[in-house]
């Protein structure tokens, strides 16, 4: 199973771009198993889901956050990307990358977000 | 975007206790459901998929039900270690929306 370590900067202020960086281990980011998730919950809330992407083609975004961000993989160093730019204090939260899969289940192919990095926290603040 | 509604938003049971946690959809969603556990400081850990599946590793006093726009977790008896929040989660369609969660306390 893979392994998932996010890492960015901790601090940013308003109107900066956001770059997150997930490191996969355990597995390749270019496996046509696995659909990468970007995941945030901001302190003392519930979890909010920003986006995914298949390295098989296809990108899917929060309609709230579609505007401001962008998932990408390198495929190369192994490692998914989360940039979020036009920053305000609402995008201070910890960011979560995760990892899901389809299995079969009673003949239907079923969706699980089975493994999660263990957050990196961002704060936006002047 | 789908609507997951959870209830309660908290609860405070005892050990041994049975607990029950529902999820609404603002629409059908099959059983396009998973429930996620998640402690102060950690990453949520995946109980149950498909709504009723078992994830592997996880506790059988965990199980889910329902289908369509209802669904149900139950904790058959409340350990110790089960006290934390409680997410549910739809990936029936886009955006994948969660639920707000179910804070589960120590009464």
Not at chain 2, 46 to 58: N, R
Request: glycine share 10%.
């Amino acid at each position: 199973q893979v392994q998932l370590q996010e890492s960015g900067p901790r601090l940013m202020k308003p109107s900066q771009t956001l770059s997150l960086t997930c490191s996969v281990s355990g597995g390749s980011i270019r496996s046509d198993i696995y659909y990468w998730t970007w995941i945030r919950q901001p302190a003392g809330k519930g979890l909010e889901w920003i986006g995914r992407i298949y390295t098989g083609g296809s990108t899917n975004y929060s309609p709230s956050l579609k505007s401001r961000v962008t998932i990408s993989v390198d495929t190369s160093k192994n490692q998914l990307y989360l940039k979020v730019n036009s920053l305000t204090a609402a995008d201070t939260a910890v960011y979560f990358c995760a990892a899901g899969d389809y299995v079969v289940v009673n003949g239907v192919y079923t969706y699980r977000l089975d493994v999660w990095g263990q957050g990196t926290t961002v704060i936006v603040s002047s | 975007a789908i609507q997951m509604t959870q209830s309660p938003s908290s609860l405070s049971a005892s050990v041994g206790d049975r607990v029950t946690i529902t999820c609404r959809a603002s629409q059908d969603i099959r059983n396009d459901l998973g429930w996620y556990q998640q402690k102060p400081g950690k990453a949520p850990k995946l109980l149950i998929y498909a709504a009723s599946t078992l994830q592997s590793g996880v506790p059988s006093r965990f199980s889910g039900s329902g289908s369509g726009t209802d669904f149900i977790l139950t904790i058959s008896s409340l350990q110790p270690e089960d006290f934390a929040t409680y997410y549910c989660l739809q990936d029936y369609n886009y955006p994948h929306t969660f639920g707000q969660g179910t804070k589960v306390d120590t009464k």
